[in-house]
């Protein structure tokens, strides 16, 4: 739900991120998920970003039914031609039958 630039500043972070993570493995340098963690917030700090020292106030309902309504969204707006000829045969298809079960 970020908008262009927050996602071109969020592919940015985690690009950078992932590039430190592949450097420390072509060292062959031993790193545990705490040594990352650490890792990530420095990346975080340093980009001025806040860190979440919590859960958050959006439980995991709410951010999944989120979720499952942004995706319909974005699968409704994206439909290839085919896809949107499919979709509206099984509409009329079900309709039809609805019709002669009355």
């Known amino acids: 739900y970020l908008n262009e630039e927050e996602l071109k500043m969020l592919n940015n972070i985690v690009s950078?991120?992932?590039d430190f993570a592949e450097v420390q493995a072509m060292?062959?340098?031993l790193m545990y998920m705490s040594d990352?963690?650490?890792?990530l917030d420095n990346v975080l700090k340093l980009t001025g970003e806040k860190l979440l020292f919590?859960?958050?106030?959006?439980?995991?309902?709410t951010a999944v039914k989120k979720a499952k309504k942004e995706y319909i969204?974005?699968?409704?707006?994206?439909?290839?031609?085919?896809?949107?000829?499919?979709l509206l045969t099984i509409k009329e298809i079900s309709k039809t039958a609805e019709k002669k079960k009355k």
């Open 54 to 61: 919590n859960k958050g106030k959006i439980s995991n309902e």
């Open 73 to 86: 969204k974005y699968i409704n707006n994206n439909l290839s031609p085919v896809e949107e000829d499919y």
């Open 36 to 39: 990352y963690l650490k890792q």
């Open 16 to 18: 950078g991120y992932f």
């Open 27 to 29: 060292k062959h340098k």
